[in-house]
């Protein structure tokens, strides 16, 4: 029986999240040195495959930004191939803007200081998060457990 409960586009919008090939269209512009192209709001994490230790790369929106840190989420939750290899490895390099494979730190926050930043980046993008939340929630099957994922300088 479908979903009529959760509106369209954001059953849509979990469909996009859960397709690789689509996922991973900005992937080259960002290793060609284009991804100022996309602007501030997206980063590419290379990070290193638990298993196999090759290198992996994922572009996400960028949740928050200060001035040593940045933060995204998983929008596919625990699941997400990328952030299970940033918590198996802890290695990650960064490219957005100009800056191109920059090493980072990787903190995943704890859930008090995730929910914070969610409810920081919900405040400051209200419509942008009532949609990726119902998609979120609509692709893990009911309430999304979101991490979010600070970078930082290399310790």
């Given at each position: 029986?479908?979903?009529?409960?959760?509106?369209?586009?954001?059953?849509?919008?979990?469909?996009?999240?859960?397709?690789?090939?689509?996922?991973?269209?900005?992937?080259?512009?960002?290793?060609a040195?284009?991804?100022?192209?996309?602007?501030?709001?997206?980063?590419?994490?290379?990070?290193?495959?638990?298993?196999?230790?090759?290198?992996?790369?994922?572009?996400v929106?960028?949740?928050?930004?200060?001035?040593?840190?940045?933060?995204?989420?998983?929008?596919?939750?625990?699941?997400?191939?990328?952030?299970?290899?940033?918590?198996?490895?802890?290695?990650?390099?960064?490219?957005?803007?100009?800056?191109?494979?920059?090493?980072?730190?990787?903190?995943?926050?704890p859930?008090?200081?995730?929910?914070?930043?969610l409810?920081?980046?919900?405040?400051?993008?209200?419509?942008?998060?009532?949609?990726?939340?119902?998609?979120?929630?609509?692709?893990?099957g009911?309430?999304?457990?979101?991490?979010?994922?600070?970078?930082?300088?290399?310790?």
């Amino acid at each position: 029986m479908p979903d009529t409960t959760t509106p369209l586009a954001d059953r849509l919008m979990a469909k996009a999240l859960e397709t690789p090939w689509l996922m991973r269209l900005p992937i080259p512009m960002y290793r060609a040195g284009l991804g100022w192209m996309l602007g501030s709001r997206f980063v590419m994490i290379e990070h290193l495959g638990r298993t196999s230790g090759e290198r992996r790369f994922a572009v996400v929106e960028v949740m928050g930004r200060g001035p040593n840190f940045i933060r995204v989420a998983s929008g596919l939750g625990t699941k997400s191939q990328w952030y299970r290899n940033l918590r198996a490895n802890g290695v990650a390099y960064l490219s957005t803007g100009h800056a191109r494979r920059a090493r980072a730190s990787v903190r995943i926050l704890p859930t008090d200081e995730a929910a914070q930043a969610l409810e920081h980046y919900a405040a400051e993008y209200p419509d942008a998060w009532r949609h990726l939340k119902s998609a979120m929630d609509y692709a893990a099957g009911g309430d999304a457990v979101i991490p979010v994922i600070e970078f930082g300088p290399p310790a």
